[in-house]
């Protein structure tokens, strides 16, 4: 072993790099192999790396495009469970929207909820609708301060027929106390809604935008 070990140094030991073909055979094919894995790795580095990078762009922009396929096909097979969803929506917000009075009928429903009271023997000692309405998006609301004397059993019947009145009616803040001659005394706040007609719709989000748009620059100063 120690023989052969020596004669592979000494294959190596007085090589003349000037003169490569007097080499012998082992330092001929040790340096054949050298120069095929510099070719390569420069190769690799040159060429090759970058051709495998856009190999696995390709691949993944390959596995991206056929998620958006996948996709955009389950939407198209549920597109007409979509439509019936939002026509469904839409008549649901219409039978929402016919529960609320226009401005004309605010006043017949307020005696609606005078009406109510006194349907059950109530005494009004305070009705006092606010003195501005608070606007949203598409509708108005206005609270009524309420004081209505009389027993309980009244006063919650009078709270299950402001629920079955064909307009949205809230009782909101209810407290009870003890009154006179036996009777008991509720103050609340009945809040009740109308939707906005469509110039005030138009108005409300004209200033909307005027809120959101940056204010006018100065003039500057000759």
Do not use: C
């Given at each position: 072993?120690?023989?052969?070990?020596?004669?592979?140094?000494?294959?190596?030991?007085?090589?003349?790099?000037?003169?490569?073909g007097?080499?012998?055979a082992?330092?001929?094919?040790?340096?054949?192999?050298?120069?095929?894995?510099?070719?390569?790795?420069?190769?690799?580095?040159?060429?090759?790396?970058?051709?495998?990078?856009?190999?696995?762009?390709?691949?993944?922009?390959?596995t991206?495009?056929?998620?958006?396929?996948?996709?955009?096909?389950?939407?198209s097979?549920?597109?007409?469970?979509?439509?019936?969803?939002?026509?469904?929506?839409?008549?649901?917000?219409?039978?929402?929207?016919?529960?609320?009075?226009?401005?004309?009928?605010?006043?017949?429903?307020?005696?609606?909820?005078?009406?109510?009271?006194?349907?059950?023997?109530?005494q009004?000692?305070?009705?006092?609708?606010?003195?501005?309405e608070?606007?949203?998006?598409?509708?108005?609301?206005?609270?009524?301060?309420?004081?209505?004397?009389?027993?309980?059993?009244?006063?919650?019947?009078?709270?299950?027929?402001?629920?079955?009145?064909?307009?949205?009616?809230?009782?909101?803040?209810?407290?009870?106390?003890?009154?006179?001659?036996?009777?008991?005394?509720?103050?609340?706040?009945?809040?009740?809604?109308?939707?906005?007609?469509?110039?005030?719709?138009?108005?409300?989000?004209?200033?909307?935008?005027?809120?959101?748009?940056?204010?006018?620059?100065?003039?500057a100063?000759?």
């Amino acid at each position: 072993m120690a023989m052969d070990l020596s004669k592979f140094a000494d294959d190596f030991k007085y090589l003349d790099p000037k003169d490569p073909g007097t080499w012998p055979a082992l330092p001929k094919l040790v340096a054949l192999i050298g120069i095929l894995a510099g070719i390569l790795v420069g190769a690799y580095f040159l060429d090759w790396q970058g051709q495998i990078e856009d190999l696995e762009k390709g691949k993944n922009e390959e596995t991206k495009l056929k998620d958006d396929y996948l996709a955009k096909k389950k939407q198209s097979i549920n597109l007409d469970l979509h439509k019936q969803q939002v026509r469904e929506i839409e008549q649901s917000f219409g039978a929402l929207l016919k529960q609320l009075p226009n401005r004309a009928q605010m006043d017949a429903l307020l005696v609606d909820i005078n009406q109510a009271g006194l349907g059950r023997g109530l005494q009004f000692d305070l009705f006092k609708p606010a003195a501005s309405e608070s606007t949203k998006e598409f509708y108005a609301e206005l609270p009524i301060q309420v004081r209505v004397v009389g027993n309980y059993h009244d006063m919650g019947a009078f709270a299950s027929d402001l629920g079955q009145l064909s307009r949205i009616v809230t009782l909101n803040d209810v407290t009870i106390s003890p009154g006179k001659d036996n009777q008991l005394q509720m103050d609340a706040t009945a809040r009740t809604f109308r939707y906005l007609d469509e110039e005030e719709v138009a108005a409300q989000r004209k200033a909307a935008k005027a809120a959101k748009a940056p204010p006018p620059k100065a003039a500057a100063k000759k």
